[in-house]
């Protein structure tokens, strides 16, 4: 991966539906080049796909809770058992699996306190092999990862 290719990244990660045109231009290749470089970083990898970023309130999503996760014992069956079990809800948009204790961190999206209830205790509180759920709400998202992920902010 060379500096055209972090370019290119940078720029997709702005706007993802940049036409090839405009991206070629942005970072110095005709439209060509630019387009089997992208092809190349798809095919490698490293550009797993795009995506929309839609506004939660239009979509009924705006109530988004964290909730982290304590199991009651950690081993691979009891992870395997509840990544399965959370994948099957479409609510928790996000887990991440962490270092020490709690042992996850899900990120929720509903419509509003009481759905979050609802989905809390006909899903949560029964996912397989959970010792406590811990729920919080942030106050404001200040920068979401689709801003600007892995990479500096490109100039």
Known sequence: MDDIDRAIIGQLLRNGRIANTDL??????????????????????VIL????VIDPTTIDKSYEPLVWVTLKEVTRTSMSE???AV?????VIEVL???????YLMRIATKDAAS?????FDHLAKLPHVQTLTSQLAMKAVKRAHQN?????PS
Request: some cysteine.
């Open 82 to 84: 509840f990544e399965t």
């Open 49 to 52: 796909g795009y995506t929309a």
């Open 97 to 103: 699996r962490m270092m020490g204790q709690p042992d």
């Open 87 to 91: 994948d099957e809800i479409p609510d």
């Open 24 to 45: 070629a231009d942005r970072v110095g290749l005709s439209p060509s080049p630019c387009l089997r470089r992208v092809r190349q970083l798809e095919a490698h990898g």
């Open 149 to 153: 992920v892995g990479h500096p902010r």
């Open 116 to 120: 979050f209830e609802q989905l809390y």
